[in-house]
């Protein structure tokens, strides 16, 4: 494989990265140059097998050329359509087509941008149904021990990552309830603690030399 002449950045401190230790990467850093198939390459032209679907972005491998040519094809008629009170017909196209392929009862799709959004959608929606249904009073929801439900909120607030003993990051009436088999086994509250989460994952996600 030849070189790939990508220059390393001069500057790499205005990038603040997420889950990552910002100073021992920034320290050592590791950069990808181009992808193609199921590998990233590295500026020196190294293989890396890309195990992570490019962080579960990219089921289909990369660079592929139906893709490709796809996204250019829209992106020259239409870059973006607003979903707020507007529509294109390709979204009600493919939530059609995703409905077709669900079991029965599961035929309403909500389309987002990431997991992290899915996460604290989904989390909405479970609020938003039990209200309507006269059930307001139920906000508690179910988390995993090392369950990882993304970088927002509600995400984190139900999230167990890097969070030893089965501790929830909720509230006073959010605790940890101890092993339930090795699975289900804390409850977050729907709304407090979320600061408490936020900071959790700062704790985490960034060195303090970068503050």
Known sequence: MNEINVPRPNNLDAFWMPYSDNKYFKDRPRMLARAEGMHYYTPEGREILDGTSGLWCCN???GRREIVEAIQKQAAIMDFAPAFQLGHPIAFEAAARV????????DRVFFTNSGSEAADTALKIALAYHKARGESSRVRLIGRERGYHGVGFGGMSVGGAGKPGGLAWGGDHCRGHGRTRGRV???AGAAGGL????????????HSADF
Request: hydrophobic letters at 40%.
């Open 60 to 62: 289909a491998g990369h």
């Open 99 to 106: 409905a077709d392929m669900t079991p029965e009862g599961l």
């Open 185 to 187: 086994n804390r409850r």
């Open 195 to 206: 600061l408490e989460a936020a900071a959790r994952y700062l704790h985490q996600a960034w």
